[in-house]
């Protein structure tokens, strides 16, 4: 008999997906069910877009590429850095993957060694221990607190940089809580670890912010590692196209790797994440706004039900919220929101143990829909 390997053995379930297909299971036999757990747009992608990797494949762009993507890709990234961020960013540095988790896991491949440690909060995008543990490294969670909007604490990651410290995961704006990193925090948290660990920022939703824009660790810290795609600011998720932005040392390793697990990024795709960087802007405002509409109503609701957060998530499309007076077990609680309510939510232990007695609700949906989400949510708290 065929057994798996102990690592995929030992690999937990990803709560989200739970959650999904039980709701589409309960769909299935004919209930209603509002969709507030997973994270991705609900907006197409844009026609600009698609209108490029339509014309790609009408040409042709249906094959193998550079193992670090195509030239003109890489060149359009390194602009983008360069407006956005003030920041230069040669197109030799960058590889184009299959998606941000390609980019990730490449990364971690060529910089993990066995029993390394990498530093992440808790709570945290819950895929990040599992890149790490597939590599043999440790995981190690930093608690971090509502009050101070889920942030590291400078002094305590300062405390955990040792000799086995090898990485440190920075993510904002954030998944699961929305918030983004102060620009004074990034600088002191690169100030801290400059030299002794490699920051690996996932950008991955950089410019989905509502007051003022996500800085990139590059402006503070020109050896860190940035992971970023096409997923989620340009509604792509099913193009499955990212790419990652190393240090020169660390370019060939990656190079390498890409060329034996996936040889090459998707041909087509790449022209039309040329389109999305270069022609998409008006789309991608219509669809901040609409996000930031969504926003809004989602933590006013909250407020109204007893359920404030307590520093405004400013980016993303998430708000992570607090319903610790209601059960001890968030995990059981958002299977009985589901079942009870027809609300889908994320349980905030999908993202560490500091997520419990959180959920983590996803307003990539419309008006409508959260509206009604909501008024459901609450009617289930009022008679519970």
């Not at 405390?159 to 090898?166: F, N, P, S, V, Y």
């Given at each position: 008999?065929?057994?798996?390997?102990?690592?995929?053995?030992?690999?937990?379930?990803?709560?989200v997906m739970?959650?999904?297909?039980?709701?589409?299971a309960?769909?299935?036999?004919?209930?209603?069910?509002?969709?507030?757990?997973?994270?991705?747009p609900?907006?197409?992608?844009?026609?600009?877009?698609?209108?490029?990797?339509?014309?790609a494949?009408?040409?042709?762009?249906?094959?193998?590429?550079?193992?670090?993507?195509h030239?003109?890709?890489?060149?359009?990234?390194?602009?983008?850095?360069?407006?956005?961020?003030?920041?230069?960013?040669?197109?030799?540095?960058?590889?184009?993957t299959?998606g941000?988790?390609?980019?990730?896991?490449?990364?971690?491949a060529?910089?993990?060694?066995?029993?390394?440690h990498?530093?992440?909060?808790?709570?945290?995008?819950?895929c990040?221990?599992?890149?790490?543990?597939?590599?043999?490294?440790?995981?190690?969670?930093?608690?971090?607190?509502?009050?101070?909007?889920?942030?590291?604490?400078?002094?305590?990651?300062a405390?955990?940089?040792?000799?086995?410290?090898?990485a440190?995961?920075l993510?904002?704006?954030?998944?699961?809580?929305g918030?983004?990193?102060?620009?004074?925090?990034?600088?002191?948290?690169?100030?801290?670890?400059?030299?002794?660990?490699?920051?690996?920022?996932?950008e991955?939703?950089?410019?989905?912010?509502?007051?003022?824009?996500?800085?990139?660790?590059?402006?503070?810290?020109?050896?860190?590692?940035?992971?970023?795609?096409?997923?989620?600011?340009?509604?792509?998720?099913?193009?499955?196209?990212?790419?990652?932005?190393?240090p020169?040392?660390?370019?060939?390793?990656v190079q390498?790797?890409?060329?034996?697990?996936?040889?090459?990024?998707?041909?087509?795709?790449?022209?039309?994440?040329?389109?999305a960087?270069?022609?998409a802007?008006?789309?991608?405002?219509?669809?901040?706004?609409?996000?930031?509409a969504?926003?809004?109503?989602?933590?006013?609701?909250?407020?109204?039900?007893g359920?404030?957060?307590?520093?405004?998530?400013?980016?993303?499309?998430?708000?992570?919220?607090?319903?610790?007076?209601?059960?001890?077990?968030?995990?059981?609680?958002?299977?009985?929101?589901?079942?009870?309510?027809?609300?889908?939510?994320?349980?905030?232990?999908?993202?560490?143990?500091?997520?419990?007695?959180?959920?983590r609700?996803?307003?990539?949906?419309?008006?409508?829909?959260?509206?009604?989400?909501?008024?459901?949510?609450?009617?289930?708290?009022?008679?519970?």
């Open positions: 008999m065929t057994r798996p390997s102990r690592r995929a053995s030992g690999m937990p379930p990803f709560l739970e959650v999904l297909e039980r709701a589409a309960l769909e299935r036999e004919g209930r209603s069910i509002i969709h507030m757990e997973i994270g991705e609900d907006f197409d992608t844009p026609e600009p877009i698609r209108a490029a990797g339509v014309r494949m009408a040409e042709g762009h249906t094959h193998y590429t550079h193992s670090q993507g030239p003109q890709l890489r060149e359009a990234i390194s602009r983008w850095m360069d407006r956005r961020y003030g920041v230069e960013v040669t197109p030799g540095r960058i590889v184009v299959m941000t988790s390609g980019a990730m896991l490449l990364t971690c060529a910089l993990l060694d066995p029993g390394d990498v530093l992440m909060t808790d709570p945290c995008y819950a990040y221990p599992n890149f790490v543990r597939a590599f043999h490294g440790e995981s190690v969670r930093l608690r971090v607190h509502e009050a101070d909007g889920f942030q590291y604490d400078i002094d305590e990651v405390r955990h940089l040792d000799g086995k410290t090898k440190l995961f993510n904002s704006p954030s998944n699961p809580t918030t983004v990193t102060s620009s004074d925090r990034m600088r002191r948290l690169a100030e801290a670890t400059a030299g002794r660990v490699q920051v690996i920022s996932d991955i939703y950089h410019g989905l912010t509502y007051k003022e824009p996500a800085r990139s660790i590059l402006e503070f810290d020109p050896d860190a590692i940035v992971v970023s795609g096409f997923s989620k600011l340009y509604a792509m998720t099913g193009w499955r196209l990212g790419y990652a932005i190393l020169e040392p660390l370019v060939r390793p390498k790797l890409q060329q034996n697990l996936f040889i090459s990024a998707p041909d087509f795709a790449q022209f039309a994440a040329i389109a960087l270069e022609e802007h008006e789309d991608v405002e219509r669809m901040r706004r609409c996000y930031d969504r926003r809004t109503l989602v933590l006013a609701r909250l407020q109204s039900m359920l404030p957060v307590l520093v405004e998530p400013t980016g993303a499309f998430y708000v992570f919220f607090n319903v610790a007076r209601y059960t001890p077990d968030v995990l059981s609680f958002s299977f009985e929101v589901l079942e009870a309510a027809g609300v889908a939510l994320t349980p905030g232990v999908d993202f560490g143990p500091g997520g419990e007695g959180f959920l609700l996803s307003y990539a949906n419309s008006l409508e829909n959260l509206s009604e989400g909501l008024d459901r949510l609450e009617h289930f708290l009022q008679h519970r």
